[in-house]
């Protein structure tokens, strides 16, 4: 039984290596197929604001590979909106930039209403989207 044992092992190793169009190293990891899947993250969340001021430090959003690191070649096309909206606010700014490096700054974001408890949503196409961290907006 044990040959055969060797020759199954073998062959689940060996078709699990070399399975698909591509293998391509990411830090050491084969992934088959082809670019390992990104997903956002929120390096810069958003802060507390005053309605229909830029929140400032600049939002950002990094897409992250499969360790979790930041995803320098990824340039895509990232999209924020609201998450949790508690009082109907709009938000306001540019809500789609390229990411330079694996990451997109959106430096002129605001929301109109006054409300506790926002989050912002970043998403992006072949990425996991993310929610952030909440946040308020006060009454000027």
């Known amino acids: 039984m ?22 391509t190293g990411v830090r ?17 969340q958003p802060s507390g604001a005053v309605a229909g001021q830029i ?10 590979d499969s360790l979790g690191n930041t995803d320098l ?14 009082v109907g606010g709009i938000l ?17 974001l605001t929301i109109s209403v006054a409300g506790t408890g926002y989050t912002l949503v970043g998403s992006a196409s072949g990425a996991k989207n993310t929610t952030s961290d909440a946040f308020n907006i006060t009454s000027p």
């Open 28 to 44: 050491g990891i084969a992934t088959l197929g082809g670019t390992p899947t990104d997903q956002l993250a929120f390096p810069v």
């Open 92 to 108: 306001g700014g540019t809500l789609t930039v390229g990411a330079v490096n694996g990451v997109a700054s959106f430096g002129n």
């Open 73 to 86: 070649s990824f340039t895509g096309a990232v999209t924020v909106s609201l998450g949790n909206n508690p």
């Open 55 to 64: 929140i400032t430090p600049a939002v950002q959003l990094a897409a992250l």
């Open 2 to 23: 044990r040959p055969t044992w060797y020759a199954v092992m073998a062959a689940t190793v060996v078709g699990t290596a070399c399975i698909g169009p591509t293998a």
